[in-house]
């Protein structure tokens, strides 16, 4: 498994971040950045449909 954000695609809104700040950070751009690909504290699969804008893949 591969989780990736589409920086282009990111509108900075944090909802990755609030959904598992584990896995997901804002960067200095306000663009949310992935972490880590694995994870205890969430089910990564589910992390595609928290974002509007669809800018997470995994």
Request: hydrophobic share 35%; with cysteine.
């Amino acid at each position: 498994m591969a989780l990736k954000i589409d920086a282009e695609k990111c509108i900075g809104c944090g909802a990755c971040v609030s959904f598992c700040s584990d896995c997901f950070e804002m960067n200095d751009g306000g663009k949310a950045e992935v972490i880590a690909q694995k994870c205890d504290s969430c089910d990564l699969n589910d992390s595609p449909g928290i974002c509007p804008v669809q800018a997470i893949t995994v």
